[in-house]
């Protein structure tokens, strides 16, 4: 498939001509700017060009009205609320950060900067931003055709009309009682593939005509959103909520169905709000996004707490950036055991966000937002090199050094050059490759095996162990191990669920497991062990290695210093 690359717009906000020229080119690829070399132009072009720019650098230092002005303006006009506004700037003074963050910056980073750093931050909040953005104005780009033909292909108003008539009739009459729907039809882009675009323009024809007819029968309006989408806004009639179910339903309603290719509708029903269309074909939106994945159901209304979660998403996000700048990321040390001995032989690392007003959060609170919009590079990034720097330290003060393994997500593999982001940081720290272990989930991997199946090849071939993780959760294909280049298999008791209760079916797949990763050559270490029975079934089946909270719980690296110096001694 021919995914067009998308290329957003931004505004570089800086007087140095030098400084403009270097964004502009590290960007190139990704961003198309404008230039404002004052901060009385930024406010110009801000007002006019608001609604078609993604992002803002804005320098801090400049002649006549400042980066700071700048911010303020924008967020009198509650610009910064929807425009990313990134300080690149000189200027490192603490309270200088503080300020620009209280006036909405979302990132600040200062001179000199490497190319990799800037490249990722600023393509990462462009594109979280534009995920916000994409609910309202989610066209497809695969299948918009321009206006004109759009137009033509399903005899619907288009959008901007269509908004118009809803925003007229909602002045007139403040619809309490009416609803607004969000459609599209289930897997339209595989429906293209499978029947070819005409056949697809012939469904998509038809689903039109029928909204038509039937939401123009309550007086209602049907809008063509671009791509598969389409919007209705109508009063909440019974019979029209049935009809809609019966078209979402029922497999013989269209000519052109095929099964797995339903329409789908998200609903808004109105309440006694004064809201814009845009704002109410959001949520009909978000309820149509929340079964997008779903294919048990095609009919869905909007709840309060789907925009909750948009929200919240959103600004954990926002906090996460504050947290990476006030470096409140750091790592807790696991240690793993030579279950046959009992000694300590190396430790897993695992984030830990130590939060300014909420103390110590979990992964779990906070990675799978990060996972979703790529941030999770970000962290991952900072605890690698603290890894390496506390490796360092204690190298240096001649303590005892076992291996440590870090955690990549499969967005770093597609964010950063991992291999290379490592090497650089063992060199800069002086370390060996055997001391830093990577451990690649089992689903990175199974989610895109040649891309991650391609970088596990590459850490390899570079010299460093490669850790599969969470093995058995998933649906792994055995097969695979033999052309995967991995050092050790983790193994999570608690996905092969081996409790006590159905120890001899669960064994039976331990067993097998551990056996062929003996033949294949690659060790195996047992993780979330948490009970004695789990270590004796361990040691009998010679799984190499064990980890969880039966041996020890996560700690601080200090702790785990303290326990390898006593275990040692
Ligand atoms: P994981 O890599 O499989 O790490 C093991 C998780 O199991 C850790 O949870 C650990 O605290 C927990 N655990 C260890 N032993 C036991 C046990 O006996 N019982 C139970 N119930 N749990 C045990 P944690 O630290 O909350 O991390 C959860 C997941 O978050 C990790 O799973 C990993 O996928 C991810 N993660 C953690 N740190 C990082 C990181 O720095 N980068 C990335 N990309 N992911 C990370
Ligand atoms: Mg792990
Ligand atoms: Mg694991």
């Known amino acids: 498939m021919s995914e067009k690359r998308k290329r957003y717009k931004g505004l570089i906000v800086d007087d140095a001509m030098m400084n403009r020229e270097m964004l502009k080119e590290i960007l190139k690829d990704d961003i198309l700017f404008i230039e404002a070399t004052t901060g009385e132009d930024a406010k110009e072009i801000l007002m006019e060009h608001f609604q078609e720019l993604d992002i803002v650098l804005l320098d801090l230092v400049m002649p006549g009205m400042s980066g700071f002005d700048v911010l303020e303006f924008m967020r009198s006009k509650h610009m910064t609320d929807y425009l990313p506004v990134m300080i690149i700037s000189v200027d490192d003074m603490e309270n200088n950060i503080e300020r620009a963050f209280d006036l909405g910056a979302i990132d600040f980073i200062t001179r000199p900067f490497s190319e990799r750093t800037v490249k990722r931050r600023v393509l990462t909040t462009v594109s979280l931003f534009a995920k916000q953005k994409q609910v309202v104005t989610e066209i497809d780009q695969d299948y918009l055709v321009g206006d004109k033909r759009a137009d033509r292909l399903t005899g619907v108003d288009l959008k901007k009309t269509f908004y118009n008539n809803v925003h007229s009739r909602l002045k007139q009459m403040g619809e309490v009682g009416a609803i607004m729907v969000a459609a599209d039809i289930a897997n339209f882009k595989l429906y293209n593939n499978y029947y070819g675009w005409e056949k697809g323009d012939i469904y998509l024809q038809e689903l039109a005509k029928k909204l038509k007819e039937l939401v123009q029968r309550h007086g209602g309006y049907v809008g063509y959103m671009g791509g598969d989408d389409f919007a209705m806004f109508a009063p909440n009639a019974p019979a029209l909520m049935l009809q809609l179910h019966t078209m979402a339903e029922e497999e013989g309603y269209f000519e052109n169905f095929q099964p797995g290719f339903h329409p789908k509708f998200g609903i808004y029903v109105l309440g006694a709000e004064e809201d814009s269309a845009h704002a109410l074909y959001d949520r009909a939106k978000m309820a149509l996004a929340s079964i997008k994945a779903d294919y048990t159901l095609n009919l869905k209304m909007y709840e309060e707490e789907m925009s909750q979660r948009v929200e919240d998403d959103f600004q954990l996000l926002v906090d996460i950036r504050r947290g990476e700048s006030n470096q409140e990321f750091e790592f807790f040390l696991q240690p793993k055991y030579d279950v046959a001995t009992g000694q300590v032989v190396a430790s897993e690392a695992l984030v830990r966000w130590i939060h300014k007003d909420k103390g110590l959060v979990v992964p779990g609170a906070f990675l799978p937002a990060l996972e979703r919009t790529g941030f999770i590079s970000n962290v991952d990034v900072i605890v690698w090199e603290e890894v390496c720097r506390w490796q360092r330290q204690c190298m240096d003060a001649g303590r005892s050094v076992l291996p440590i393994s870090v955690n990549v997500s499969k967005a770093d593999i597609f964010m950063l050059d991992v291999t290379a982001t490592l090497d650089e940081m063992i060199d800069r720290y002086q370390l060996t490759r055997d ?135």
């Open 435 to 569: 001391l830093i272990q990577i451990e690649v989930s089992e689903t990175a991997y199974t989610e895109d095996p040649e891309r991650v199946g391609r970088e596990i090849q590459r850490l390899h071939n570079g010299g460093y162990t490669v850790l599969l993780d969470d093995f058995g959760k998933g649906s792994f294909n055995l097969v695979s191990l033999k052309y995967l280049p991995i050092n050790e298999l983790k193994l999570d008791m608690r996905f092969l669920s081996v409790e006590f209760e159905e120890i001899e079916q669960d064994l039976s797949i331990l067993e097998f497991v551990i056996n062929m990763a003996k033949k294949l050559n690659i060790k195996t270490v047992a993780e979330g062990v948490e009970t004695k029975e789990q270590v004796e079934v361990l040691k009998k089946l010679g799984c190499d290695m064990a980890q969880g909270y039966i041996y020890q719980r996560p700690m601080p690296a200090k702790v785990y210093a303290a326990l390898i110096a006593s275990k040692t001694k």
